[in-house]
C-alpha cells in the first residue's frame, strides 16, 4: 500500500452492503458486501429513505440554514482569541521590520538584492518581499513538500531537512510514506495501476505522446474530438471546448466572452483564476460579498439602474461569474437562488466547477447535479480534471454557438497546445467509468461517487462532535478547520506530520488574517482504518493546540448537521 493502489484493490470487487447506517449514511460492519440498488443508497438512512427524489443537496433555503450557522459558529469565537490572533500578526510584523532594520546595518551583503544596483531598481523592495521573507520564510518547512510516487490515499514523501532558518532544505534520502489529505484526489483515480492506467498506455502505444501542435493546427486529434463530445454528454451542455491547463481555462476565455462595455460582478471569494480573466477581459468589474444572493441583488439593481461609468448607457453584457464548491470555505454556491436571479434580471450566468464536477450530485455531474438543476439554464459550466479525474487541463461547456465562437476567439484554442495523448485518455477513462459506459467496471465509478460523500459526511461530523470549528456545508470534500493564530497554523502541520499525516495548512493571504485554516481534502481512497486514524490524531493535536472551540455545544451542533440532507 501506499502508491495509490489502495483504491484499486478495493474497487476491484463491485459489490456493496443492505445494512444498518449510522446518520451519516456510513455502513456498519464491511461496506462491499451486496450491490446498492441505487446510487442514493448509501447516503440515506431509513428515516430519509422518503426524500429519494428531492435535490442532491438541501435546497437554497437549507442552505441557507447551513451558511447562518457557519456565520453565527464565527461570532461566537471567544473574542480572547480573535484579539491575540491579531496582536500575534501585529508582533510578527513588528518582529519583522526591526529585523530588517538591523539586519541593514550589521549584515548589508545579505540586503544586497533589495537594492539600486548600478542605476537599476531591485526587481522586488524589502517592503513588497517582507511577508515572504519573514513571514512564510519561518515556515517554509510546511509547504512544497516533495514527494515520489502516487499520491494516492497514502503518498511517499521525501524527508528533508534546515540547517539556516528553511533558506535552504537538505534530502536525507529517507522516504516517509504518510495518510494524504492533501491532494484533490476525491475519487481515487490517482493510480499508476488499474482500469484507467491500461488505457492511458493503449492510447500511448496507438496516439503517441502529443500531436506537437495548437489544436487550431494540426491538433485536433479523433481523442480530442470524442473526449469533447464525452464531456459535453457529461455536464450536461450541448458542446465542449478542452483546454489543456486549468488556469488558462479561466484565464483566456473569460476575456474571449466579455470586453469593454461589459460588466462581470464577481464573488468576492473567486479563485484567482476568475480574477485574472475578468482583469484580461478589460470589463468593468464589481463585487459581491461571498455565497450572498441579496448582496449579489443590490448590485445587480445598481449596476443596471446606472449602466456604464460616465456615459451611463446599458452594458453590452452582464456576466455573474461564481465557484460550484469554494475549496478555501468548503462551501456550495447558492444556485437555486442565483437562477431565480438570472431569470429575473437576464444576465449571463458563469459557474467555475473546477472542485464539483466529480465530486457532487448522486452521479457526479457537479453542483447542478447537486441541486437538482437543468445544467443547460447555466450559461457557460467551466471544469477541470485536475481533481475527481486523476488528469489535468480543464473544459469550458455551453451552447454550440458559444463553444463554436471560443473555438476561434479564444487563446486557449488558437495558441496553446492541445491537450496531450495520456492525459485525454485518463480523462476519458475516468468520465467512463463514473458514467457507467464502461462494462467491465460498470459500478466502479458509482461506488467511488458513494464512497466520496460516505467519507466526506462522516469526517466532517466528526471532527464537530470532538469541538473543533469546521467551515462549510455537509457533503463537501474539502473541510476547513479554524485555527487563527499564526502560530498554530505551522505547528499544526508539523505536529501532522510527526504522525505521518500530510495535510494542506492556509493562512493569510489566501484567507482572511483572522479565520488561518487547515484544509482537509477527502478521497473515495481513504478507507474507514485511515479517516479514525486520522481523526484520533487530529484530536490528541486539538488537545495540545487548544483548538476545540465548541467542546459542550458539540451535541447541538451534530443535531444541526443531521437536518441537513444529501444525496
Known sequence: MGKGQRATQAYKSTEFIEQVRDEDGLVVGNPFKLAPSNSGSLLQDEGLASSKKTSSASPAPEAGVKQEKTLSELEAVPSLILVTTYLSFLMLIVFAHLRDFFGKLFYPA???????????????SDFESLWTRRLYGRIRDCFNRPITGVAGGHVNLLDRVSNDFNNTFEFTGRVRNVLNLASYN??????SEGPCADKVEAALHEHGLTPASTRAEAGRSVLLTETEDMVARFVGSEAALIV?????TNALNIPAMVSRGCLIISDELNHSSLVSGARLSGATIRVFKHNYTPDLEKVLRRSISQGQPRTHRPWKKILVVVEGLYSMEGEFC???????????YGFYLFVDEAHSIGALGPRGRGICDHFGVDPREVDVLMGTFTKSFGAAGGYIAGSKALIDYLRLHSHSA????????PVLAQVSSSMRMIMGEDREHALEG??????????SRYFARRLADMGF???????????PLLLFSPAKIPAFSRECLRRNIAVVVVSY???PIITGRVRFCISASHTREDLDYALEQISEIGDLLLLKFHQGKTKEIASDDAKMKIQ
Open 110 to 124: 545579505n540586503y544586497v538584492q533589495l537594492r539600486v544596483q548600478n542605476g537599476l531598481a531591485p526587481m522586488v
Open 186 to 191: 476525491y475519487l481515487g483515480f490517482a493510480q
Open 244 to 248: 489543456s491547463m486549468g488556469y488558462a
Open 334 to 344: 447558492r444556485l437555486p437562488e442565483i437562477l431565480e436571479l438570472r431569470r429575473r
Open 414 to 421: 488558437v495558441y496553446a497546445e492541445a491537450m496531450s495523448v
Open 446 to 455: 458509482q461506488q467511488r461517487l458513494d464512497q466520496l460523500a460516505i467519507n
Open 469 to 479: 470549528m469546521t467551515m462549510g456545508h455537509p457533503g463537501s470534500p474539502v473541510i
Open 509 to 511: 493571504p489566501a484567507t
